[in-house]
């Protein structure tokens, strides 16, 4: 992006060549990665732009490709949310990151690929089919931003936005080798993202580096009248020169490399542990002990509010319908089963459950007394370091067709990431190191809420003395 | 037969009269063409959120008061999920455990003696669009402009027990609503509905009867018949020894009865949970202070200050404190004027009923209270008749003119002049010379058929008592 922005004013390429051939390497792509390509939109903004930038401004993302993930929604142009009861839908209205990157004459390129409605891992629950991830076609770049992140680690757009609700920014981040970030929940608008589980849901800012991704973290961070849930306050622009890291300490949980990690994730982990080290952190113990409770509270919370967010695709104002020939009920019936495919299904049917009348003390209200203690946990262990460092993942990225039937295993590969959401803190995924089978591996830094600068700051730090972030697929 | 006693709890919703809806910045108004007061907010348009319109909370603060209630602190919005094509995000957006107000009161007359009726709770919430079902068409409409219109939701503990008690604080409950200028309590545009809860119970036992909830009752009139239906089929249920079932029922005003609409098995399971695109509303002292300083008096207040300021009599009070704009026409009358039983006797009278026929508001008639003093004082003062004045005010009341511009142009002034009346008389003595003779003759009782016939001579502009003084000299000389 900043490399782009360079290149833009040494006048090597004008933004309208730049996008025209990422127009065509998107169209000739088998990545699978775009659900829409914002082809003759994207030419005209990017010669407006190229004009601005001939006429000396200088805003680094004046005609900068970016590619949004398709549940954010975009006037004028499909959002689809990679669901068939969707697939015709066309906002009449920008979502506040999606204007502030318009303002800043960004040049949204296309919509990226995601499991429908964002509840997955892999892209595979998406209705145009799975993205495949560009180190190697015959693996998953993750999910549920899996086209955002193989987008990027493609070079098809120099960043792009994802949604990170209990790990989507940073898990496809991790298997596509580059830098997700997930902010403080509040911080960036979610006017425009159509809800999975509001309480979770955050826009993330994923690009190559992490400098870009603190580039575009700042274009679409801000108070926003328009979402309760934004915090009114002004925050200052990261440093993109990194902070220093002496005497940064370091939180090192050993939960976080227990059972179920992967011998090479681990190593790559503990490496860039040492990096930190090297760099003049300090590495202390830390404990969370109820973050092993993240997976079972986050999967009855997060179906509990989706099952609730997605009442309004109902055939009745817009998206797809089905049936109605007999009576109201049927149409119900009919547009919901075949709108929606499997695994949005059993969201729906398990936050159904959990929020029934005698389940709701059991499940709801137990899993959100316990999410108070996930975030009793992360603002004890932050009295005690600055940064919480450990593995995105456990494991690298799985084949295409690996545990397509087996969703649990999928969701027990969350534990990392969703702690993170439930305790609405930020957290990133960076490259630090490739795994036995050559795939990326992600480090992820947490930190106490409203900290963000300081994680894209270690981060940026960390990529000055790696070269992981360089490596291209 | 045995005795039995009714308990009725009542939920109302009321509309409230915020410019702008709950939770968007779409006009609330009412009545205007289909679906043109929408915006993806309030049609649940894909990722829109919703922002809390802050009058909302004051509104349901200021009856919160008015009622006597606690206020709560952390107010949360929760979620209320069903499906049905009015309902545009598939839930309603509610208070469930957190209402804004609790344990609350109002006092009702009820056969001249005061009761103390629970206010349970108060909470605010959206409203839903409309759905239109025309019987011709195969499909039905639907109408948004009603979504997310801001209501107040006022359930009263089961502490009514007759159909008059519960229309008596239906009536109470909109005067205040009214007078906190809140709602505009119109039943029939459905700005305030009413539901009630119904059980039947043999008189002093411990044990409550099955209860049934009505809807659809849009009059006080409705709310009466429809009561009175239910605590008809419910005893007759009970006394032939059957059993009352728990169900929903609809009032068919037409076939004036209530019809099932679904049964305890088929009842909701609404799922309610904290609305997580909502962030708890903290009420603190000041913002409470704040609404308390502007509370206006209220009905109940201002009938017992007109009793004792005034003394008038319970019902003239009650009657001119219908609304505030009528209390106020009253006490500006008296302040001008004085005399409040006889400008309470022209207001509940004349004015109410010039109001009534033209189904207007008292802010809405042109006659002010000084102007309304002026005619009484020239009837005061004989200028016109008792029965002239009533004229003249309704002509008031059409035109806007004041009194002596309409008793001038109309000639409606009364004839006191004595030499006017003298012709008059002598006249009216000429032509019944049988008369004439038998009064000098002692029929003094024949003094109202001169003055008949005077006032009729003068076409009812002879002023009477003038008129009768001088036939009583001119007979008697």
Not at chain 2, 7 to 24: R, S
Request: overall charge negative; hydrophobic content about 40%.
């Amino acid at each position: 992006m900043l490399d782009t922005a360079r290149i833009y004013r040494k006048a090597d390429i004008t933004p309208v060549r730049h996008v025209g051939n990422l127009l065509d390497r998107i169209r000739k792509s088998s990545l699978n990665a775009f659900v829409s390509v914002n082809g003759p939109g994207a030419l005209e903004q990017a010669e407006l732009s190229g004009k601005a930038i001939e006429q000396g401004r200088e805003d680094l993302l004046l005609g900068i490709p970016l590619a949004v993930k398709d549940n954010i929604c975009t006037r004028g142009i499909n959002t689809t949310c990679s669901s068939e009861i969707l697939k015709d839908f066309v906002p009449t209205y920008d979502a506040h990151v999606v204007e502030r990157l318009k303002a800043r004459g960004a040049v949204i390129i296309g919509k990226t690929n995601l499991d429908e409605f964002a509840m997955g891992s892999t892209t595979n629950t998406s209705n145009i089919g799975p993205t495949k991830n560009p180190w190697d076609q015959t693996k998953t770049p993750g999910g549920s931003s899996g086209g955002s992140a193989a987008a990027v680690a493609a070079g098809l757009c120099s960043g792009a936005l994802g949604s990170d609700t209990g790990g989507s920014v940073r898990q496809p981040a991790s298997f596509c080798g580059i830098t997700g970030l997930k902010p403080t929940y509040g911080t960036v608008s979610r006017y425009g993202l159509v809800a999975f589980a509001s309480s979770l849901d955050q826009i993330g800012p994923m690009a190559r580096s992490a400098r870009d991704t603190a580039v575009l973290f700042d274009a679409v961070k801000g108070h926003d009248g328009r979402d309760s849930t934004s915090v009114p306050q002004e925050y200052d622009a990261t440093s993109l020169d990194g902070i220093d890291l002496k005497g940064l300490r370091l939180g090192v949980p050993d939960i976080f490399f227990s059972e179920g990690l992967a011998h090479d994730v681990e190593r790559s982990v503990r490496y860039a542990v040492s990096v930190f080290q090297e760099l003049g952190a300090a590495i202390v113990p830390v404990d969370l002990p109820r973050i092993r409770y993240g997976v079972a509270v986050y999967y009855l919370i997060a179906p509990a509010e989706a099952s609730s967010n997605l009442a309004r695709y109902d055939g009745v104002r817009y998206g797809v319908r089905h049936g109605g020939e007999k009576d109201l009920f049927e149409m119900y019936c009919e547009t919901r089963a075949k709108g929606f495919g499997r695994e949005v299904k059993r969201r729906i049917m398990l936050g159904t459950y959990a929020l029934s009348a005698g389940y709701y003390d059991a499940y709801y209200r137990k899993a959100s007394q316990v999410r108070t203690l996930i975030i009793e946990d992360f603002r004890k262990a932050f009295e005690v370091c600055d940064i919480i460092a450990g593995p995105t993942v456990p494991v690298t990225a799985w084949g295409l067709n690996d545990m397509v039937d087996d969703p649990l295993s999928i969701y027990l590969l969350d534990i990392y990431t969703i702690p993170a959401n439930l305790a609405g803190i930020p957290a990133l995924s960076i490259p630090c190191g490739f795994g036995d089978n050559g795939m990326p591996i992600g480090l992820q830094l947490m930190a106490p809420a409203f900290m963000d600068h300081i994680i894209l700051g270690a981060a940026i730090t960390f990529q000055d003395h790696t070269k992981f972030h360089e490596v291209r697929p | 037969m045995r005795d039995y006693e009714t308990v009725i709890g009542l939920e109302v919703h009321a509309q409230l009269l915020t410019n702008a809806k709950i939770f968007c910045s779409c006009s609330a108004a009412f009545g205007l063409n289909p679906n043109t007061n929408t915006c993806p907010v309030c049609l649940g348009m894909p990722g829109v959120l919703p922002v809390l319109n802050g009058k909302i909370v004051d509104f349901g603060i200021r009856l919160g008061l008015a009622l006597g209630c606690t206020i709560e602190k952390r107010n949360v919005f929760a979620r209320k999920n069903y499906f049905y094509p009015d309902l545009p995000k598939g839930y309603q957006i509610t208070q469930y455990e957190n209402p804004l107000c609790t344990d609350g009161r109002l006092d009702i007359e009820v056969n001249g003696a005061t009761k103390r009726i629970g206010i349970r709770r108060i909470h605010m919430e959206e409203d839903a669009g409309k759905s239109v079902h025309d019987e011709s068409e195969p499909y039905s409409s639907i109408d948004f402009n009603r979504a997310g219109v801001p209501l107040l939701e006022i359930v009263t503990e089961p502490d009514l027990s007759s159909t008059q008690e519960a229309v008596s604080y239906l009536r109470e409950l909109r005067r205040i609503l009214m007078y906190l200028d809140i709602c505009d309590g119109s039943m029939e545009e459905g700005s305030l509905r009413c539901d009630a809860n119904l059980s039947v119970k043999e008189k002093g036992s411990g044990r409550l009867g099955t209860r049934t909830e009505l809807k659809n009752m849009n009059s006080f009139k409705n709310v009466q018949k429809a009561l009175e239906y239910e605590v008809e089929r419910q005893t007759r249920l009970i006394e032939s020894g059957s059993a009352v079932e728990q169900e929903t029922l609809l009032w068919n005003a037409l076939l004036g009865k209530t019809q099932s609409m679904r049964s305890k098995e088929e009842s909701h399971d609404y799922r309610y949970f904290p609305d997580p695109d909502l962030i708890p509303v903290i009420v603190d002292d000041a913002w409470v202070e704040r609404i308390a300083d502007t509370l206006p008096e209220l009905p109940a207040a201002k009938r017992r200050r007109f009793i004792e300021q005034y003394g008038l009599p319970a019902y003239d009070a009650d009657q001119l404190t219908q609304t505030r704009a009528l209390a106020d026409y009253f006490e500006q009358c008296v302040s001008l004027y004085g005399t409040p039983k006889e400008v309470s006797n022209w207001i509940m009278t004349e004015v109410i009923r010039v109001l009534n026929e033209k189904n207007r508001d008292i802010t809405e008639l042109p006659v002010t209270p000084p102007m309304l003093v002026e005619l009484l004082g020239l009837l005061k003062k004989g200028t016109v008749s008792g029965l002239m004045a009533k004229e003249v005010f309704t002509e008031m009341a059409d035109t806007g003119r004041n009194a002596p511009a309409i008793i001038k142009s109309s000639g409606l002034e009364q004839v006191s002049d004595e030499d006017a009346l003298a012709v008059l008389i002598k006249d009216v003595m000429a032509a019944h010379p049988k008369e004439t003779a038998q009064y000098r003759a002692g029929k003094t009782q024949l003094l109202g058929f001169f003055v008949g016939e005077v006032m009729k001579a003068s076409k009812g502009k002879a002023n009477p008592k003038v008129a009768g003084n001088m036939i009583k000299e001119m007979l008697e000389t």
